[in-house]
């Protein structure tokens, strides 16, 4: 297992250099630069700009700069938040981010996972029908619906609870925010639950189980849910790290500080080496949150293991 | 907060009835920490850093006083100088600084404090956006050039309390200038010792009403009361909280559940709506600034032809736009300096006070002459950036083109871009817009100059231009203002731009609040702002 993991994790380093490599010439294509906007700046100002930030020199020069900087640890500083490095910005947003997302996949599989397996065992009844139907409608109404209608109902018209803002993370501030994010992804496992233990209860090592006279709760409880996991491990691994780095449209509406708005912004912005601090972050993730699921698949599979 | 609900261990809440949760404004509370939402996250608090956009106004502004600021109604007054003297000529500035002006760590503000500040706005390596809006000093450009040989920078320390500004031209409104964030001072105790990190917050000093103690990027910046400050006994608030909030919506839903007491934006959409249900909290006012659409005068483009230009601009129903289409929120534009600037009569284009059937005929008449027809339709391109208002009005400019026989090509695109494109000069027709810097004249009509890198159109005209010159050397306010209206009048006779509307400035602000008054500029100091008395 470690053999396998070490290899895994090396593998990951051509990866990330292409990915890297691919975005920073991309984003160089998009037309229009950091320092465009409405204040159009007089030809020396935007000199002396591009000097400051090297953009004034050749692209591969460019490119060699930014890889030296980035083996040793540095992203560089924010072309448009100038007192902060991309670093302090990354450090200080992904922890909220984290924090949003993780509760929020908390949540949902905590409501998730039981409406799946209830709609399974009691298919087709009522019980299935109205798990499933809400399902639906939790995936098919987008976030930037749902999110200022709980800061209006909630916030504005009931007073509950604030509409935005995140007051160091206080506990009041979270609950839109995660509820808001968590309802789609309750409504994608709950159906992918739903599914997957319909398949895993007909077949034959159940059957088998079933004939050896267990009873259905030690059927369903020690022998169905493992296998019936696998599927929705699949699925967790990116969705999870997507669902960390933050979601633009929740920040946005709840004043969120998370980097969920540093993708779009960025971008938007043209800020360079936040775009691409965001890119190399998300990309390791992404690498982690996989191998994390290639390991929880052997640990709830036994058929599957990694020696080589 | 003005009014608190959330924070632990506030007083109780009311209980609104879910009738009344649409005019949602709880209790105000003791504490007196005022919460605003700005339009967007400043990206500095180092002037030589800061982007040029109007949030960083509504921080900085609190934060640091230049020589001069600006009163409630936004006329400018002596601020770290109590007084100053203008040689005759004009062009020498001494300023006599405050005895008790100190920075928020106790250190007195000196005279190097602006030297240095105005050093580290023209030196290259900064890159600094507002270097531009300071060129009257003697030698700044050449500096900010990177010239060897330029001259002294014309910002001299005399003594510790004597600042010697030299200009390279009498510049009538240097003094209103000062008032800009730009011309704030820095500490040079602190840049000596922490060069360009002096604005980390566990060491930074300002010499404004507040100084800031925590910063969370994209989340907030909190400041309390500076107890230095020359006039912190006339500062009722005890700090100020600033959020970023891009998302109006956002913002509003904020305001009414009580989590911000000032919201520095509202979307025009939801004016009518604000005016019946939230009344005593919405603030409309006319501002210095415009909205205009650059028609290209480059060779190749049907715009350098001043028929086109002028049909163009008889064509467009500008009540239609203010009232139809932006909902009453903003003014139509008749020239392009807005009214409200001092020393300064708004100007009509040319034609505008003529009825809409006579400028349809004379503006089908003069497209005729320059030979665009049925079957020589006029094509044109028109730039705007990607905003809904935007769309709407370009979508309206082309429904009023066409009974003309003008095709127009909308294409729309993201900030950025569409500057880059104006300023490559890839359009016909340019959406463009310009908020003052500075009360004058000056700042608007200098975008038409021709060395203007805000001149999208490329306008060219030698007599404008030489107005503009002779205006930059009058000492004479009255004479400076005949010959700065000369010139909008030369460019608007010559059609230069399409200007469309004077934009107004739209706040949303606690009933509760007092000190609050709708200016021209949209400045709006905190240390004026204080809570009602109950």
Known sequence: MLIYTLKRLLQAIPTLLIVITISFFLMRVAPGGPFDGERQLPPEIEANLMAAYHLDEPLPMQYLRYMGNLLQGDFGPSFKYKDFSVTELIAQGFPVSLEIGGLAILLA???GLPLGIAAAIKRNSTVDYVVMGTALTGIAVPNFVLAPIFALV?????????AGGWNGGALPNLVLPVVALSIQQIAYIARMMRA????????HFIRTARAKGLNEGEVIWRHAIRPALLPVMSYLGPAIAGIITGSVVIEQIF?????????????????YTLVMGTVVFYGVLIVLMNLIVDLLYSALDPQIRYDD | MLESRYHAGRRHRLCLPLLLGMFAFANTGLAATLEIGIQGEPASLDTAKIGGTTWENDVLGDLFEGLVTLDPSGEYVPGAASSWDVSDDGKVYTFHLRDDANWSDGEPVISVDFVLAFQRLFDPANGAVYASLFYPIRGAKAHTKGNTDAPDLGVEAVDAKTLKITLDQPTPYFPTLLAHIAASPVPSHLVEQFGNDWTQMDHIATNGAFTPTSW????????RKNAEFHAADDVA??????????DRSAGLQRFRAGGLDIVRDFSPDRYQWLQQNLPDAVHLAPQLANYYFALNQRDGHPTADKRVREALNLAIRRDVIANQIMGDVVT?????????????DAQTMPGLDQDTESRAAKAKALLEDAGYGPDHPLELTLRYSTTEANKRIAVALAAMWKPLGVETQLINAEGAVHYAELAAGNFDVGRGSWVADFDDASNFLGILQSDSPKNYGGYQSDAFDQLMNQASHETDMDARQQLLEQAERQALSDYA???????????????KLDGWKDNALNRHLSRYLQEREQ
């Open chain 1, 196 to 203: 997957s233990m319909i398949e895993v209860l007909g077949s």
């Open chain 1, 109 to 111: 599989l905590l409501v």
């Open chain 2, 237 to 246: 608030l005890d700090g100020v909280d600033y959020y970023p909030v891009e």
């Open chain 2, 216 to 223: 969370v990027s994209h989340d907030h910046i909190a400041a």
């Open chain 2, 332 to 344: 139509p534009a008749s020239g392009f300096v807005p009214g409200g600037v001092s020393h300064y």
């Open chain 1, 255 to 271: 004043g969120i500080p998370g980097i969920g708005r540093y993708f779009v912004q960025g971008a938007l912005n043209r800020d």
């Open chain 1, 154 to 162: 909630f916030g504005v018209l009931l007073g509950w609870l604030p």
């Open chain 2, 497 to 511: 731009v399409a200007p469309i509307y004077v934009d107004v400035s739209r706040n949303l602000v606690n009933p």
